[in-house]
């Protein structure tokens, strides 16, 4: 069994364009994040979301929208796609509410924005 | 930031042999945790240790804390092939930051 999946795995598309990339979880965990990879391999967190509650906003640009309708799902959609965004996201969870504990993540979506 | 700094970025090293990566943080901190990740793959958590800690164990991985350092070391020993991978540390305090990782390259 999954525990963390996202779909899709790669997405190409053009600027200017909106998208989303889709995050669930089977392990009943309370917190999950979106993490950006850029292409030095530096992983930085975007959000979290405890119970359908933002816990934490990095300043990412408000082009990026985290929604999630149930605890199991935290989708990430972005508006007006432009070049520096293109990366890897990963979407990952925990059962910790702070966000001390173990994370699990997801395989990672590539986003490539021409 | 409490961002996990991971040295070398780069190790390289014949099947067999042990591997130390260290990681660098710059304030107090509740639990650092070490992950790997495989080419193309996401994270993967091998190990938490908290801050009243200063070594631990799992399976060939050994982690020590250094708290007046500010510094960790995770060691690989007895590399096998299947460890090449990129290796991050994790610091908290209220949430978690990760560095670039090191990527370690096991020779067979």
């Known amino acids: 069994d999954t525990a963390v999946s996202q779909t899709p795995k790669y997405l190409v598309t053009q600027m200017g364009n909106d998208k989303s990339i889709k995050c669930e979880q089977n392990?009943?965990?309370?917190?999950m994040y979106w993490y950006k990879q850029d292409s030095k391999k530096f992983l930085k967190i975007m959000f979290s979301?405890?119970?359908?509650?933002?816990?934490i906003n990095e300043t990412v640009p408000n082009r990026f929208s985290p929604k999630s309708p149930d605890k199991a799902h935290l989708n990430l959609h972005i508006n007006s796609l432009e070049l520096g965004d293109s990366a890897v996201y990963f979407c990952?969870?925990?059962?910790?509410?702070?966000?001390?504990?173990?994370?699990?993540f997801g395989p990672g979506t590539r986003l490539t924005v021409t | 930031s409490q961002q996990g700094e991971e040295d070398p970025q780069a190790l390289s090293i014949q099947e067999g042999e042990n591997a130390t990566m260290n990681c660098s943080y710059k304030t107090s901190i509740n639990n650092l945790q070490w992950y790997r990740q495989n080419s193309g793959r996401g994270l993967v958590h091998l190990i938490l240790i908290r801050s009243n800690e200063r070594e631990k164990h799992s399976g060939r991985l050994r982690v020590t804390l250094d708290t007046s350092k500010k510094s960790s070391s995770l060691l690989i020993t007895a590399s096998r092939a299947a460890d090449t991978a990129s290796y991050f540390c994790?610091?908290?305090?209220?949430?978690?930051?990760f560095g670039a990782g090191t990527r370690l390259t096991v020779k067979p």
């Open positions: 979301y405890n119970n359908k509650e933002l816990i």
């Open positions: 994790a610091t908290d305090r209220n949430d978690m930051r």
């Open positions: 990952a969870s925990s059962q910790d509410q702070t966000g001390s504990g173990e994370q699990y």
């Open positions: 392990l009943g965990h309370d917190t």
